[in-house]
């Protein structure tokens, strides 16, 4: 088998979510028949499983070589590196540290392939350990009955930003300028999502970004992966204010 290459890879995408009815029976077999653990509250392993398993069968679709990079220590889903601490509009699914623990159960029974991280050094930049679907997994995506396009972002999914002077996620109060963004934000979003855009002519779907210092980490690539899944828009403020920024980011 060819090594994989795992620098090619994108973030765990915590906002993953389906409610095509067919979706929930395939999560709930492969629970009760083996991550099923008594000490552990079901509703709460079901929802971590339930976004790792749709992840994972995006990722596999748009790309059977891609990984997928996940935080494996429990002080990410609390400092900032995923979510800050509490309750967070940002994480509206409240994903916590039970990803850990699932993602050590497929792991542990030949679902998925996992290559460990490091903190990084002088020569290496860290690395956050990478996932990927194994024969055992894809079979049972072969086998699914909800596709590619019965699979999306949760619907509260936020889509207005305040960022701090470190770059940082805050809490902010909403106000009538902030719910009419969102709300012209979330039309936009559907309205994305039911149309097809693509770059016929790619035979990887994929671009690599031309050479720009601030792009380059260690003289590595960096691309940007053209599907379906990743034309979500947001909008962006900095510095704790509404007054500055406000860029649309993402679709591709």
């Known amino acids: ?34 991550i099923k653990n008594v000490a552990e509250n079901a509703r709460i392993q079901k ?12 990722a ?13 220590h429990e002080g990410a889903y609390s400092d900032g590196k995923i979510f800050n601490k ?5 994480n509206e699914l409240n994903i916590k540290v ?7 159960r497929l792991r542990d029974l030949g679902f998925i392939g996992f290559k460990e991280g490091y903190e990084g050094s002088v020569e290496y930049a860290p690395r956050v350990s990478r996932i990927w679907g194994k024969d ?37 109060d909403d106000n009538e300028s902030t719910e009419a963004m969102r709300d012209l934000l979330h039309d936009y979003n559907a309205l994305l ?16 970004l031309k050479e720009k210092k601030k792009r380059r980490r260690r003289n590595k690539p960096i691309f940007v992966n053209i599907s379906h899944h990743d034309k979500f828009i947001r ?6 204010s509404f007054e500055e920024g406000g860029r649309f980011y993402g679709g591709w």
């Open 1 to 34: 088998m060819t090594d994989r290459d795992y620098n090619h890879s994108r973030p765990l995408d915590v906002h993953r979510w389906s409610n095509f009815p067919e979706v929930n029976p395939f999560i709930d077999e492969l629970y009760n028949n083996h």
């Open 47 to 58: 929802k971590h499983l339930k976004l790792i398993l749709l992840d994972l069968f995006i």
């Open 60 to 72: 596999w679709i748009d790309d059977p070589e891609l990984n997928i990079g996940v935080h494996m």
């Open 86 to 90: 509490g309750k967070s509009r940002y």
């Open 98 to 104: 039970s990803t850990i623990k699932v993602i050590h």
């Open 136 to 172: 055992k997994l894809i079979k049972l995506f072969k086998e699914a009955a909800f596709s590619y396009f019965d699979i999306n972002y949760s619907k509260d999914r936020e889509v207005v930003i305040l960022r701090n002077e470190d770059k940082q996620d805050i809490e902010y």
């Open 193 to 208: 999502n039911t149309t097809f855009i693509d770059i016929p002519e790619l035979d990887i779907p994929r671009i690599e």
């Open 235 to 240: 909008r962006i403020f900095n510095n704790s």
